[in-house]
């Protein structure tokens, strides 16, 4: 576990590395927050705030010292920050802090707290589309490997490599336009909405229903392939020595195929849904985008559109965190399952 968390740290600083050369030339950042009519003096006091008439490599020092839980800062940065943390010293004062992502150049809020408001939909989300993908696909391709050459088992085949062949997006489009529109009257959902919608009187008012359409889209394409995944394992398993004998000793049928069949054959199904958890957690944008759903993705799309970067750098990594995060507690489970890769 501590290998695999430095490894996690290792690929984290990568990508804070690719991500800060990747931004580097995409505009004045002193120009996109003050505007195109701002004088000089203007510009270039922002620049030196910035830290933007450092050299390069300096520039990277202080953002790497930003983004990282332990820093050193003077006291006047702190409090020009607003950088919460335990710090310690004089004028230099090292500590642990939540990481600063800077702030946004549209609305001047910390990009911490506008990802972190954004966030807790973009979970809800995923875990209902997660949910809806396992239960479903692990369900049919349970059912396609007892019934193997069947027309179930046709069927499932053929829905699962349509499932995986249309684009997200364009699920989408079809599913908010049929069902959200054009069936709405029955369906009682709408194209647009998220997880609380705000009351005439500035309250707000959790809509679950809003949920539905977004979960599922963001659901089709991993119930798919858990579907594929674990009739091709099931298969496998079946065919096993230890299969037979369980029959023989006369245990049910449902007693082989969850007890024994099931529980050997989960480790790939396992790896694809820790995989997939932490997928669709970074890639929900087009479909948060499309229903209007309050998430990290629709943010980071309003923020490319704006040319708010700093917003979009944060997202990109805390995106990247979740597929760290993600890998290694898929590991722990790993061992839990199977005892042998504890050696």
């Known amino acids: 576990m501590l290998k695999k968390i430095l ?4 690929v984290l600083l990568g990508v804070i590395t690719v991500v800060f050369i990747l931004f580097q030339g995409l505009g004045d950042p002193a120009q996109l927050i003050t505007g195109q009519n701002a004088d000089k003096t203007t510009i270039q ?41 335990l710090f310690v010293g004089n004028h230099l004062k090292v500590g642990v802090k939540w990481p ?18 954004a ?8 875990i209902a589309a997660m949910l809806l993908a396992a239960v479903i696909g692990i369900g049919l391709g349970i059912l396609a490997a007892v019934y193997k050459g069947t ?37 009682g959902l ?55 004998t369980a029959y023989a000793k006369g245990l049910s049928r449902t007693k082989v195929l969850f007890s024994h069949a099931l529980k ?13 958890f932490a997928e669709l ?15 990290i993705g629709k943010v980071t799309v309003d923020a490319l559109e704006q040319l708010d970067f700093p917003v979009v750098m944060g997202s990109v990594l805390l995106t990247s965190c979740f597929f760290i995060v993600v890998n290694i507690l898929s590991d722990s489970l790993y061992a839990y399952l199977d005892p042998r890769l504890q050696h």
Do not use: C
């Open 119 to 126: 966030l807790p939909n973009t979970v809800v989300l995923t």
């Open 281 to 295: 957690l970074a890639g929900a944008f087009f479909v948060e985008f499309i229903f209007g759903w309050n998430g």
């Open 264 to 276: 050997n054959a989960f480790n790939p199904i396992l790896t694809a849904i820790t995989g997939w």
């Open 190 to 244: 709408h194209m647009l909405g998220s997880l609380y919608e705000v009351t005439p009187f500035n309250g707000k008012t959790l809509a679950l229903k809003n949920l539905i359409l977004p979960a599922l889209t963001l659901g089709i394409r991993p119930l798919a392939i858990f579907a594929q995944l674990t009739r091709s394992s099931m298969l496998n398993e079946l065919q096993q020595d230890y299969i037979r």
């Open 7 to 10: 490894y996690g740290l290792v």
């Open 100 to 117: 600063y992502l800077g702030r946004s150049y549209q609305t001047k809020k910390q990009v911490t707290a506008i990802l972190m408001q």
């Open 45 to 85: 006091n922002i620049r030196k705030e910035l830290s933007l008439d450092e050299p390069k490599w300096k520039q990277f020092l202080f953002y790497v010292n930003d983004v990282s839980p332990v820093s050193i800062y003077t006291a006047n940065a702190i409090q020009q920050k607003q950088i919460k943390g």
């Open 151 to 187: 027309w179930f088992d046709t069927s499932t085949l053929f829905t699962s490599i349509l499932g995986i062949s249309v684009p997200s997006f364009f699920t989408g489009i079809v599913i908010a336009y049929v069902f959200g529109f054009v069936l709405s009257k029955y369906t």
